[in-house]
């Protein structure tokens, strides 16, 4: 069973997630420009055993769009407004990419609160200099209504092997397209300006899960494996045969890897 909820506090109108099973808390964050849908598959299943939250970030699904200059750390508080109300003391947040840089800025702020911080083809380094000039040149284009050209050539490198992805593309590339171009610019300035958090790793004390794709084009695994050895506890899993898009190129060992990290972070 699970169920939807609505809630809102002075800082966020309305904050839409998803609660499924009951259980220790895990809390899985979709990355850009998705919404809590990319999470149905991994979070039924792992319902038997925790508690699994999936927000809608702030511009995302049914969550509405707050602010063209948002930042990671505001999503982090919207989470954070989550886990309060649902009286939550200890949580695993994992994200999927920018989903990854919100856990990440969370683990930053309130590190007390985390059991565990999961990061699934995602990095805790910021923009690279060409990268923030890529981020602005598609600010531009979703300013002059380019969003959906852009979204049609976005979402097939997302996979490892675009052939055989067909129709998963083409359901992403619809939820994609249910994302405002207000929102899409919102996301990319929060991503554009995070900060860089590798230098924090070394001081979490909670036990960090990495999840890398072979194929990934948006991350290449060459930029990610020296951070996967700087946090005390690392799990890393790569994936052969994936690119950005485990959950649903590799559910099953998503699942089992991340059901197993959640059963370790507890039982310390
Ligand atoms: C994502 O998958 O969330 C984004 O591609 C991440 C990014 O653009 O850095």
New binding site residues.
């Given amino acids: 069973m699970n169920e939807n909820k609505v809630i809102s506090t002075s800082q966020f109108p309305e904050i839409s997630y998803t609660v499924y099973g009951d259980g220790p808390p895990v809390i899985l964050l979709h990355?850009?420009p998705?919404n809590r849908t990319i999470w149905e598959d991994v979070a039924s299943d792992l319902a038997d055993r925790f508690k699994v939250i999936t927000p809608d970030l702030p511009g995302a699904g049914d969550s509405p769009f707050l602010t063209e200059r948002l930042s990671v750390e505001d999503m982090a508080e919207f989470v954070h407004a989550i886990i309060a109300h649902e009286g939550l003391e200890k949580v695993i947040i994992a994200g999927?990419?920018?989903?990854g840089?919100v856990a990440i800025a969370y683990a930053d702020k309130y590190p007390g609160n985390l059991a565990g911080l999961g990061m699934i083809?995602s990095t805790a380094r910021a923009?690279s200099k060409e990268?923030k000039e890529q981020r602005m040149k598609a600010i531009e284009l979703f300013r002059k209504g380019g969003e959906k050209h852009f979204i049609h050539q976005?979402v097939p490198p997302?996979f490892g092997n675009g052939k055989g992805y067909d129709t998963e593309i083409n359901r992403l590339i619809s939820t994609s397209l249910l994302t405002s171009s207000k929102s899409l610019i919102s996301f990319y300035n929060a991503?554009m300006d995070r900060r860089e958090r590798s230098s924090i790793l070394h001081k979490l004390t909670m036990p960090v899960l990495w999840v890398l794709g072979e194929d990934d084009k948006?991350?290449p695994i060459k930029d990610l494996t020296q951070q996967t050895s700087l946090a005390n506890v690392n799990y890393v899993y790569v994936y052969s045969d994936c690119g950005?898009m485990s959950m649903i190129e590799a559910p099953l060992n998503l699942k089992n890897d991340l059901a197993d990290f959640a059963v370790y972070c507890y039982s310390r």
């Fill in positions: 990355g850009f998705l999927h990419s920018m989903g840089y083809h923009d990268k976005m997302l991503m948006v991350l950005h």
